[in-house]
Antibody
Framework: QVQLQESGPGLVKPSATLSLTCTVS?????????WAWIRQPPGKGLEWIGH???????YYNPSLKSRVTISVDMSKNQFSVKLSSVTAADTAVYYC????????????WGQGTLVTVSS | DIVMTQSPDSLAVSLGERATINCKSS????????????LAWYQQKPGQPPKLLIH???TRESGVPDRFSGSGSGTDFTLTISSLQAEDVAVYYC?????????FGQGTKLEIK
């Protein structure tokens, strides 16, 4: 059974770059699926950030596209997100998740990691 | 972007009673080429990630109790819990995967009356 685990700093300063990594176990990223990042501000709803295919093809939410980069490291079975020029509005629980190519419901999720943007 | 609007925002139902949550999309999520509705439902309990319940608007995930059912087509969808159990207390979200950016409803908080 696939498992996903987010890791990275829990506190990021305003204007800095947020960087998180998702480690996948129980399934090889190179075998397929889309690998996604989704965030949830405290007490609020869910926002899809973007996803990456094992080929390296990426798809981003246009609202974040100018600031976000998702990459994959198949040697480590990990994928990562970088979000630049963060503000307090980027404070959220960040989840990594998996979805089927072409049918992007999210069938497996990490536990999430809270990232707070504050000086 | 397709805007997903859920109603109500919160709902209190007695144990054993039916709970109904609605989701409306700002444009159709029914793909004409395959006649499928690109709509999923999730359950999120406090401190946990969302859990996929239903995809294709009405297909239950393996292991999801059959008291959960999804219906609807085009722009109007419903998640029904036929007989509410205590463990169903959660926030429920709909999500469209018809087009990028994938978008979620604002959530419906379900409580016990």
């Amino acid at each position: 059974q696939v498992q996903l685990q987010e890791s990275g700093p829990g506190l990021v300063k305003p204007s800095a770059t947020l960087s998180l990594t998702c480690t996948v176990s129980g399934y090889s990223i190179s075998s397929g699926y889309y690998w996604a990042w989704i965030r949830q501000p405290p007490g609020k709803g869910l926002e899809w950030i973007g996803h990456i295919y094992h080929s390296g093809s990426t798809y981003y939410n246009p609202s974040l596209k100018s600031r976000v980069t998702i990459s994959v490291d198949m040697s480590k079975n990990q994928f990562s997100v970088k979000l630049s020029s963060v503000t307090a509005a980027d404070t959220a629980v960040y989840y990594c998740a998996r979805s089927e190519p072409g049918y992007s419901w999210f069938d497996s999720w990490g536990q999430g990691t809270l990232v707070t943007v504050s000086s | 972007d397709i805007v997903m609007t859920q109603s109500p925002d919160s709902l209190a139902v007695s144990l054993g009673e039916r709970a109904t949550i609605n989701c409306k999309s700002s444009q159709t999520v029914l793909y004409s080429s395959d006649s499928k509705n690109y709509l999923a439902w999730y359950q999120q309990k406090p401190g946990q990630p969302p859990k996929l319940l239903i995809h294709w608007a009405s297909t239950r995930e393996s292991g999801v109790p059959d008291r959960f059912s999804g219906s609807g087509s085009g722009t109007d969808f419903t998640l029904t819990i036929s007989s509410l159990q205590a463990e169903d207390v959660a926030v429920y979200y709909c999500q469209q995967y018809y087009s990028i950016p994938y978008t979620f409803g604002q959530g419906t908080k379900l409580e016990i009356k």
